[in-house]
């Protein structure tokens, strides 16, 4: 059973920071999710609470997103130590680092082929070609979501296994087996800063439940938006208490 830190809730059980790794989704968790037509926003105390938090947890803390390292970079610089890019594709394991990436299946390509036909007949779907597959997103067609997985579908069954269909916010992603955030978390937990601490994870969709899984088998603790933190501001909130 993990310890209490502090004068936090139960319902949030967490080892003392000098045993705890941090590892953060980005868009959602801490930061609001928007459209890809709106610019992402930092809150202006973000940065200084992160680093505090990694001040106060040695350095163990890591950002795992979808996004690109470079992407992240742009809004965080050298803020976490750590930076997952690509749901666990992309890994810089320390700043100044080399980014590694994993091997990857070819994605056919009449994948694509039919996935950009696909889009073209649904007016507000938007077709995101990713390193590893690509990602429906339907946000500002919701009607569509039904004909986009039972396509996502079919083109998954085809690969025996190879990829997978994961569910996002409002939006449908293929990609590869077994290379995932929880593959990025297991790899991370390998080494200093990460070794022998408890995994912390929080994200806010499905893309981040192999992570949690991950952290909960070593002992750690997973947390998701909105079923534990309401909304981003008040994950924000818990986690700059934490260093109060």
Known sequence: ?????????????????????????????????????????????????????????????????SRTVEQLDAFLGDVPFAVGGEGGIALRHRPGGPIERTALPELPRVWLVQARDLVGTLPGVRLEHTEGGFILHYRAAPEAAQTLHAAALAWVKESAGAY???????????RPAGVDKGYAVSLLMQRPPFLGRKPIVIGNDKSDESAMAVAKAAGGAGFRIPVDFPTPAVLRTWLAGLTA
């Open 1 to 65: 059973m993990l310890g209490f830190h502090g004068a936090q809730s139960a319902r949030f059980p967490i080892p003392p920071l000098s045993q705890a790794a941090f590892l953060l989704n980005f868009d959602g968790t801490l930061v609001e999710d928007v459209s890809a037509a709106d610019p992402v926003v930092l809150p202006p105390d973000l940065l200084d609470m992160l680093r505090r938090l990694r001040t106060a947890c040695g350095d163990a803390l890591a950002i795992i997103s």
């Open 164 to 174: 997978l269909l994961v569910a996002g916010r409002m939006a449908w992603e293929i």
